[in-house]
Structures are given as C-alpha cells and as structure tokens.
C-alpha cells in the first residue's frame, strides 16, 4: 500500500448534486452532504449497490454532470483550488489533464471513426498543444506502458479492431496520458472476463506507482477493495454512511450496511448453499424516509433511526460512519455515540 | 471488400431485373397508345397496322426481350408520339433535371444538416422547437401547394421571378426551393435525431471528460458519426430528387425529366415512360450501391466485414 500522506490532493465538503426534474417538482438527491479526503497517490475504493450515487459523485468531481443535474453546495478542494469556483473553460483544463476519468464500458468508449493514435493523443493536442506527429508518438509510448503488443502497428488501428481488453487498456492509456494527478475509474472492470480484470487491476496499480496518481475506485466487487484500496467509502442513498481505511473497516465495519455489504461475499468455506442477500430494496431517492435510509431494511434499527437522520460519527481519527449504533474504539466517545448507545438500551 | 462490392452488385442488378418488369408491364395495362394517336374515326386497318409499326402485336414475353436486348445495347425506341429516339429526348431534358435536384440538393443541405445540429444541441430550447414546426411544414405542405403560393407572393405580387420556364439562373430559384424544401426537413430531421442519439453515447462522453472543447466533442466526435445516416439519405435523395421532381417539373413548366414522364403518362407513349422509369430506377440503384461502398469507406467496421 502507498504511504499515508495526509496532505490532501483532493477534499470534498459537504458536497450535494441533486437530478432536479424540468418543473422543478422532484428533486432527487443523488449525492447528499458527502465529505471526504484523498491524499496523493493514495487509492479511494467507492462501494455501494446500484443507483446509490457513486457514479453521480464521480461525476460530480468532474463536474461533468447530466443537464438535469446541478451542485447545490459543498466545497470541491483539489491541489488547493476550489473546483467549484472555477468557470466552465477553467474547468475543462482539469479533465483530462489533472484528473482523468474512465468509464465503464470500453466498447463503447472509443470512438468508431477514429484511429487509436488519434484518439489516445487528443488530450496531449488540446491540454499541451502537442503537434499530431508529437501527440502520435507519445501515443505509441502510452500503448506500450498499457502493455499493448506491437504497439506502432495498433497505433493507427481502429476500436473495432481490438478485443475488450485492449480497448480498456487504451482507454487507461487516454486517462494517463496527460499525467493527471488523479484517475477515477467507474467500474472499470465490470464488463471484463476474470483473467483480464485482474491483468487491469495489476496495471493500474503498476501505473499508480509509476506516476503517483490517486486513484478513486468505484465498483462494487469488495474483492478489489481489498486487493487494491487503500481508503474505502460506503455509499448508500446518495450518503456516504461509512469511510476509513480499508483494513479498518474490513476488521471493525461499523455501520449495519457495511456489515451486510461484507456478509454478502460469497466464501468457498460456506456450505449452507445459498448466498446471503440484504432485505428489502433500495429507497426511491426521492422520497426518502425523514431517519436513517438505511433504517428500513436494518436488522438493528432502533427507534431513533426512523425519525432523525444521523450525522457522520467519528469512531476514530479517520474512521466515521452515520449511524446512531457506531461503536467508538477511542477512548473518549463523542457525545452522540454515547447517547445512541443509551437510546438503544 | 472485393467480396462486398460484388455481392452489392448482385443484389442491384436484381433489383434492376425486376423493376423494369414491372414497369413494362404496367404501362400495358394503361390501355392502347394507338387511340391516342389516331384519329376517332380510324379504320381497324389502321389501328392494326400502327400497332404492328410499334410491335405491340407480337406475344408480351416477346416485346419483354426486344426490349431488354435493345435497352442492353443502348437503343431505348422511338417515342410513339414524337416519332424521335426516346434517348435523345431523354439526353435534351437530363440536364435541367440534373441542375434543378443539384440546386435543391443544396438547399436542403444547407438548411438541413445546420438546423438539425442547432436543435439536436440545443434539444427542448427554442432552436428544437423552431426547427420542430419548420420539419411539420416541410413535411406535411405538398410541393404543388409551396409551389403556387411561392408563384403568388415572388411573381403575382413582387414581380422578382419568373413563374415558368428555364433559361437564367432566376429560374431555377422556386422550384429548387420547392423541391428543396421537403428534402431539407428531412435532413433536418435526420440529423437532429442521429446527432442525439452519438451525443448521448459513451465516446462523447468520454470525450467531454478528457476535456476537449464542447466544439470539438460536437463537430469532431460527434458529428463525422452522426452523419453517416444523412449521407446514405442525402445520396439516395438526389437520385429521387431527378426523378420525383414531376409536380414541381409541372407547376414551374421546367422543362427536366419529370414533364418527359408527365407528357409519356398523358400520351400512352410506352417507350418514354419505360425508359424514365427504369433510367430513373437504375440511378437510383446505382447510387444506393456507391453509397453502401463509400460508407465502408468511411466505416472503418464494415471495411472489414466480408
């Protein structure tokens, strides 16, 4: 794992993006008062079942949101710049220069009608004014750190002319090429056979080193969490309702829907035959209960759960969860932890 | 590729095949030319011996082959009417066809692909809803009916251009237009909605997040892939445009191919229609095949397919 700087490369507080329907009528709340802190070259895993806000968060970070989305407040720190001061002109130097971003599906993510090299050195053109011919060399480099054989030949090859794998490859390839200080992939595994993610979770991690980059994860396979994270992020309903360093959680999980989240790893050892599953279904964003989100589908809800949404308890310096039962390993308990527990008695 | 081409080819010539089946056989369901053409009182000895003149005694499968083998060696008859080569006839009014569907063609790309990337970036503002009602109107007003109203407002009350005839540059410029205007909604159409659906795509996407200005992600990523549709459309259309261009032809008195069709219809003159029908077919045709191989050639997907 990468050595723990705390100086922070990227620090978002208490950062909200609502989807706001065209009549203003429903607002749904897909990232709600999230606050976190990555250091350089640290890894950030983001957890959370579908529709939780993880890919809105990414995007967030962006700033490269749907037309119907809009960040209503919150602070985004990166390098020391507040992301959300700057204008849209400024704002289109950092992507893809200082933070990259890759996408889920690499089928879909290359454009059909151009040729690799054109495409993999198209940040290096617009970010550094870097000539085609420039650009077209660095590109071939690019291919060759992403492990891409034969290289000068693919260069001006075609996306349909790679397998799946490949296209992943080159679209890390495009995510690294302007050495951005921070890459968030978005499930960048999930449509890859198993071989091949695990060949693209070495690379990245290999790249990781190799340029100091942070790197903000999101999936929902823990598996790669575990393999390759060094701080971890529960999402649920648009919240983050527990964050801390990996090992920490994995031993400790705080929150009840971390907990299930862990229990639903499937074992080898496990021989009752089914897989566990957690009950009931996600909330509708839109009409969320006034507690806890969680509170309806949690084994250890109280009465308080339902009625006050509970704010980021810190179990330690770096470990928090929003729930009224997070236990404190410290010493001194915060106030509110106590007062929970008491409530649960 | 080679493989492509020449499977393609096969499929045309098929095509070609059976369109001018058809045709000829359908006009010989239109009645007897020789009614037309003699006068009311003629005697049955006449008739049988025009008839003979034009070969129309022979069996049908018969007529079928002369007239394949001589349209296979160039020779398209006489006009029963006109008593000329058809193909000379054709060859004199080709080229206004030709200049009036470029003309238009023009038109409607110009209004067209323009307006369509207008409202496809700026979908449910006020350019999507301006171009929504311009795609209404050219779609759904018949050519006759711009046409006359045209005439009325440039020719009756402005006196700018001439209603009919050809001749000067003047007056090319309503019918084009009227032609146009139909082929311009529906590029606009076209484009507005192929725009959309490369724009939601996951390349441009990404190309917004590696921060290229929104014109490049526009004009770069996804407009070379949005018109891959208005182009095979666009091809297909000036091939239509020459051929269909029989009303507008007939309001503005332009003297191109349509009015040769119109005039053939009116007179039974089965030669004429039989050569503009499968002249016109077989352009049409032709271009649907060079579109299929110039999209491979855009395509870099389809280069490969064989």
């Known amino acids: 794992m990468a050595a723990m700087s705390r100086e922070s490369l990227l620090s978002l507080e208490h950062l909200s993006a609502h989807y706001v329907s065209q009549q203003g009528a429903r607002v749904v709340p897909a990232v709600e008062d999230v606050t976190l802190r990555l250091g350089a070259g640290e890894t950030l895993g983001i957890v959370g079942e579908s529709g939780s806000g993880k890919s809105t968060l990414a995007l967030t970070i962006m700033r490269q949101l749907p037309p119907a989305a809009r960040i209503v407040s919150g602070r985004m720190m990166f390098e020391g710049e507040n992301l959300l001061d700057k204008t849209d002109a400024e704002m289109r130097h950092v992507r893809g220069k200082r933070i990259a971003m890759i996408l889920q599906d690499p089928m879909a993510s290359l454009n059909p009608l151009f040729s690799i090299g054109n495409q993999v050195g198209e940040p290096l053109r617009v970010h550094e004014g870097a000539s085609f011919k420039l650009a077209w060399k660095r590109a071939i480099e690019l291919l060759k750190s992403v492990r891409i054989a034969s290289p000068e030949t693919r260069v001006s090859q075609f996306p349909h002319e790679m397998s799946g794998g490949m296209r992943q490859r080159i679209v890390g390839a495009i995510g690294i090429s302007c050495e951005p200080r921070l890459l968030i992939a978005d499930e960048p595994t999930t449509s890859l056979d198993l071989t091949i993610q695990a060949q693209y979770l070495n690379l990245l991690g290999d790249l990781q080193r190799q340029y100091g ?47 299930a989240l862990l229990g639903s790893i499937p074992r080898m050892t496990d021989n009752r035959g089914r897989l566990t599953a957690i009950e009931g279904q996600p909330p509708d964003l839109s009409s969320l209960p006034p507690g806890c989100a969680f509170a309806p589908r949690c084994p250890a809800a109280i009465a308080r759960c339902r009625r006050e949404a509970p704010p980021e308890i810190a179990i330690d310096s770096d470990h928090t969860a929003r729930c009224w039962l997070a236990e404190s390993d410290s010493e001194a308990p915060p106030a509110i932890g106590a007062r929970a527990r008491s409530d649960g008695t | 590729m080679k493989q492509y081409i020449i499977r393609r080819t096969g499929y045309s010539l098929l095509s070609l095949f059976l369109l001018s089946l058809t045709i000829f056989l359908f006009v010989r369901v239109t009645g007897d030319p020789t009614s037309l053409l003699l006068e009311p009182g003629a005697s049955l000895e006449d008739i049988a011996n025009l008839r003979r003149q034009f070969g129309l005694d022979q069996p049908l499968w018969l007529q079928y082959w002369l007239f394949v083998k001589s349209f296979l060696t160039g020779d398209l008859g006489l006009s029963f009417y006109y008593r000329t080569p058809v193909l000379d006839l054709y060859f004199e009014r080709l080229p206004n066809s030709l200049l009036l569907a470029a003309v238009a063609m023009i038109l409607s790309l110009v209004i067209g692909i323009p307006s369509g990337v207008l409202a496809a970036v700026h979908v449910g503002g006020f350019w999507d809803n301006a171009g929504k009602i311009f795609t209404l109107l050219g779609l759904s007003l018949p050519s006759f009916f711009i046409g006359l109203v045209l005439i009325l407002i440039f020719t009756v009350y402005l006196g700018w251009l001439p209603s009919s005839g050809a001749g000067t540059a003047w007056h090319v410029v309503m019918p084009a237009f009227t032609l146009g205007w139909y082929f311009a909604a529906a590029h606009m159409r076209l484009t507005r909605s192929s725009m959309l659906e490369v724009l939601g795509s996951e390349y441009v996407k990404l190309a917004r997040l590696k921060g290229l200005p929104e014109a490049m992600v526009v004009g770069k990523h996804a407009f070379k892939n949005a018109l891959i549709p208005v182009i095979t459309l666009a091809g297909i259309n000036l091939v239509v445009m020459i051929n269909v261009a029989v009303v507008v032809e007939t309001v503005f008195a332009w003297p191109g191919i349509g009015r040769l069709l119109y005039e053939g219809i009116t007179f039974r003159d089965f030669p004429i229609v039989q050569a503009v029908v499968v002249l016109g077919g077989s352009m049409i045709i032709l271009v649907n095949l060079l579109v299929d191989i110039l999209y491979a050639f855009i395509d870099p997907r389809i280069r490969l397919e064989s």
């Open chain 1, 213 to 259: 980059l942070a790197l903000i994860f999101i999936t929902h396979n823990l598996g790669i969490v575990a393999k390759m994270c060094d701080l971890l992020a529960v999402m649920y309903a648009g919240r983050i309702v527990e964050q801390g360093p990996v090992s920490r959680i994995f031993s400790a999980p705080a929150h009840p829907y971390t907990r």
